[in-house]
């Protein structure tokens, strides 16, 4: 409530400063930051500078604000943030303190979405509030903008077919079709399933990822199926998730999570990640397809 946090809120401090490194992250910016960090503070008791993406400083750069980092000019306070910590240079890491951010849990952002929708006069399902939350993967940021863009396609009300639609993340119903076709090595219903999401116009590639999501929770509930808070489902789904985990062993569940994040990684490149897919969930399906080692174990 102070002056100080206000002004810093409001972004008009001339005392913090906010440098976005992925695009003035070269060694003439930092150059420039070393000459202008040492100046007195005009409104605060400090200066501090707010390095985003920090990651992105070039090597150059880093070496230009080493000895800057390691002896603070008085008055002066600088903040590295990063999402890939560790890209940041050993010696530059050993010389600041550290604090991690952890996601938020589902639930959590789920509450957060049903009141600013209440607030902001959007009449947001429950269902729909938990989804978001789960896409979000414990960004508030992105289950705010998902919200929004959901408030605009729904005109005002957001159900879970808004938000399907949205996102293009077929109903968890086809992740447990797909899951029992793949248990009892049912290719023709997989090569199905996938053709029904192609003519729907489903992203693949997100697709992937909620089936991997999927086969992790069955890895889960058959690890412990007794606590249903290790898993990021509906609770009312929780006991058919671990009914369908009780039809794989947990080598197979993990023979299936590999092929499932390879295939992953080779989608992003890939000309023809439909095909990609098909064939790592063909060879989930169907052990003596995979030629891998553990595809032979499973036979």
């Known amino acids: 409530a102070c002056d100080q946090c206000l002004r810093i809120q409001a972004g008009s401090h001339l005392d913090v400063v906010e440098i976005d490194a992925a695009s003035h992250g070269g060694v003439d910016d930092a150059r420039e930051l070393r000459e202008r960090a040492p100046t007195a503070p005009v409104q605060g008791r ?3 500078y707010i390095i985003d993406e920090a990651q992105r400083l070039s090597r150059e750069a880093f070496d230009a604000l080493l000895k800057m980092f390691e002896e603070p000019p008085p008055g002066v306070r600088f903040v590295l943030a990063t999402t890939e910590p560790h890209r940041m240079p050993a010696t530059l890491a ?3 303190q550290r604090f991690e951010f952890r996601r938020i849990p589902s639930e959590t952002i789920a509450g ?3 009141r600013v929708a209440s607030a902001e006069s959007i009449e947001l399902a429950e269902p729909a509030a938990e989804a978001i939350a789960r896409d979000a993967e414990g960004s508030v940021r992105d289950a705010l903008s998902l919200l929004d863009q959901a408030a605009v396609l729904g005109g005002g009300t957001v ?4 938000v399907a639609s949205l996102v293009g993340a077929p109903e968890m119903e086809v992740q447990f079709r797909l899951a029992d076709a793949v248990a009892v090595g049912d290719a023709r219903e997989v090569f199905g399933i996938v053709h029904g999401l192609v003519q729907e116009g489903h992203d693949l590639r997100h697709f992937a990822t909620q089936v991997t999501g999927h086969f992790r929770n069955l890895l889960l509930a058959l690890a412990s ?8 489902v509906p609770p009312e789904l929780h006991p058919r998730l671990v009914a369908q985990a009780g039809k794989f062993s947990t080598n197979e569940l993990d023979r299936i999570l590999s092929l499932l994040l390879q295939a992953q990684t080779d989608m992003r490149w890939s000309t023809a990640p439909r095909l990609t897919l098909e064939l790592a969930l063909v060879r989930a399906a169907l052990p003596e397809t995979d030629p ?3 595809g032979l174990l499973a036979r």
């Open 94 to 96: 050993s010389r600041c």
């Open 225 to 232: 199926p007794d606590d249903a808070a290790i898993v990021d």
């Open 159 to 162: 159900t879970e077919e808004v």
């Open 46 to 48: 400090e200066k501090v």
């Open 112 to 114: 957060h979405l049903v």
């Open 292 to 294: 891998q080692p553990a």
